[in-house]
T-cell receptor
Framework: AQSVAQPEDQVNVAEGNPLTVKCTYSVSGNPYLFWYVQYPNRGLQFLLKYITGDNLVKGSYGFEAEFNKSQTSFHLKKPSALVSDSALYFCQGQGGKLIFGQGTELSVKP | NAGVTQTPKFQVLKTGQSMTLQCAQDMNHEYMSWYRQDPGMGLRLIHYSVGAGITDQGEVPNGYNVSRSTTEDFPLRLLSAAPSQTSVYFC??????????????FGQGTRLTVV
């Protein structure tokens, strides 16, 4: 079965430090992978996607993600975290329908 | 271009009442889906549709019905509301998944409370 997993329920980072939110996938064929952010009382907003090509993709708000086929991972990264990055992050794949990870709560402290 | 519009934003129901959550998109997306989001549970798929006239069940379909008579609209019906259906509901749409590569667009959510 197709699946996407986010192994960490919560990630805590100090402002200014790099952040990583992890995602692993199990899909057949070419993986199409996405990251979204959800702020309180809002719907999910698209950040970035991997379709094909460069393994490092850049997206909104300074975020980037690294696709690693051998490790079946698509981790979200940012070189320097901001307090305003604190939110819920979802990884998504596709397999006949949209497949979401469980979500990771990112908390960035001053 | 309004994107994905969900109505209402808030709703309180009594146990046993029925209601319809509306979802409309103006992007000519073939794929539409409904999710519920509960604390600590992530997004759980209720029903989805890959085109007008085609619907399928997700992981938590019990107590909910859907239909897709047009490309634009994908209403979610609660047949007989129960307190366990208290949740935040999101509608999402995307281009045809068979072509891959298209991100999902989400509505702003409906916060439903069943008392």
């Amino acid at each position: 079965a197709q699946s996407v997993a986010q192994p960490e329920d919560q990630v805590n980072v100090a402002e200014g430090n790099p952040l990583t939110v992890k995602c692993t996938y199990s899909v057949s064929g070419n993986p199409y992978l996405f990251w979204y952010v959800q702020y309180p009382n809002r719907g999910l907003q698209f950040l970035l996607k991997y379709i094909t090509g460069d393994n490092l993709v850049k997206g909104s708000y300074g975020f980037e993600a690294e696709f690693n086929k051998s490790q079946t991972s698509f981790h979200l990264k940012k070189p320097s975290a901001l307090v305003s990055d604190s939110a819920l992050y979802f990884c998504q794949g596709q397999g006949g329908k949209l497949i979401f990870g469980q979500g990771t709560e990112l908390s960035v402290k001053p | 271009n309004a994107g994905v519009t969900q109505t209402p934003k808030f709703q309180v129901l009594k146990t046993g009442q029925s209601m319809t959550l509306q979802c409309a998109q103006d992007m000519n997306h073939e794929y539409m889906s409904w999710y519920r989001q509960d604390p600590g549970m992530g997004l759980r798929l209720i029903h989805y549709s890959v085109g007008a006239g085609i619907t399928d069940q997700g992981e938590v379909p019990n107590g909910y019905n859907v239909s897709r008579s047009t490309t634009e609209d994908f209403p979610l019906r609660l047949l007989s509301a129960a307190p366990s259906q208290t949740s935040v509901y999101f509608c999402a749409s995307s281009y045809n998944l068979g072509q891959g590569g298209s991100e999902a667009f989400f509505g702003q959510g409906t916060r439903l409370t069943v008392v």
